[in-house]
């Protein structure tokens, strides 16, 4: 069965430091997302891509991140000048048809900011 | 009120029973709902979306109410393996925003199945 693939599981960084998670998408997926759950609470929207462009984003989204398609299998999320409270799971999706067929996500990075 | 809530359980059933599950969302425009499985720190997978009509998959069962704005979910003859957090997903397209989609997660219902 196709997958989502994310690396890396885990991830340590110090507190002002730059991360990039990388994705690689199911191959004939279109939509792309990224999501991120801090431990024990909801998962949450980051932002979504679609045609090599961002289609939507959440108020988590700020400047601090970005998302890139460099090309045409990995999705990155640059977390600049990471935070402690950007210490989450984060998952990136991938769809053929968000609206009947939902998303499949990746295994998730784990991000620990110290 | 949340825009998708959920009561978070624990709900400690034993093997074979039945138990439902409800989610209610607040906002009418809501278009597509789902119900994924979450195992503990691992990704979420979808489990089934939810038509109007409602639908079956083997022991489980969706059903969507417009005019009171729930979902719920049935689970049948409970399997230890059944055992994981239940996520109500719930997504909005807003066509005057330009195709504005906006997904929204519950927190989740913890299901504990017990020998």
């Known amino acids: 069965e196709p997958e989502v693939t994310q690396t890396p599981s885990h991830q340590v960084t110090q507190m002002g430091q730059e991360v990039i998670l990388r994705c690689v998408p199911i191959?004939?997926?279109?939509?792309f997302y990224w999501y991120r759950q801090i431990l024990g609470q909801k998962v949450e929207f980051l932002v979504s891509f679609y045609n090599n462009e961002i289609s939507e984003k959440s108020e988590i989204f700020d400047d601090q991140f970005s998302v890139e398609r460099p090309d045409g299998s990995n999705f990155t999320l640059k977390i600049r000048s990471t935070k402690l409270e950007d210490s989450a799971m984060y998952f990136c999706?991938?769809?053929?048809?968000?609206?009947?067929?939902?998303?499949?996500f990746g295994s998730g990075t784990r991000l620990t900011v110290v | 009120r949340k825009e998708v809530e959920q009561d978070p359980g624990p709900f400690n059933v034993p093997e074979g029973a039945t138990v439902a599950f409800n989610c209610t969302y607040s906002n009418s425009a809501s278009q597509s709902f789902f119900w994924y499985r979450q195992d503990c720190r691992k990704e979420p997978k979808l489990l089934m979306s939810v038509y109007s009509s409602g639908n079956e998959d083997g022991r489980f069962t969706a059903q969507l109410n417009r005019a009171s704005q729930y979902i719920s979910l049935l689970i049948r003859d409970s399997k230890l393996s059944d055992s994981a957090t239940y996520l109500c997903v719930v997504r909005i397209r807003l066509l005057s925003s330009g195709g504005y989609q906006k997904v929204t997660f519950g927190i989740g219902t913890k299901l504990q199945v017990i020998p």
């Open positions: 999706a991938s769809s053929e048809s968000p609206e009947t067929r939902g998303y499949t």
């Open positions: 191959s004939n997926h279109l939509y």
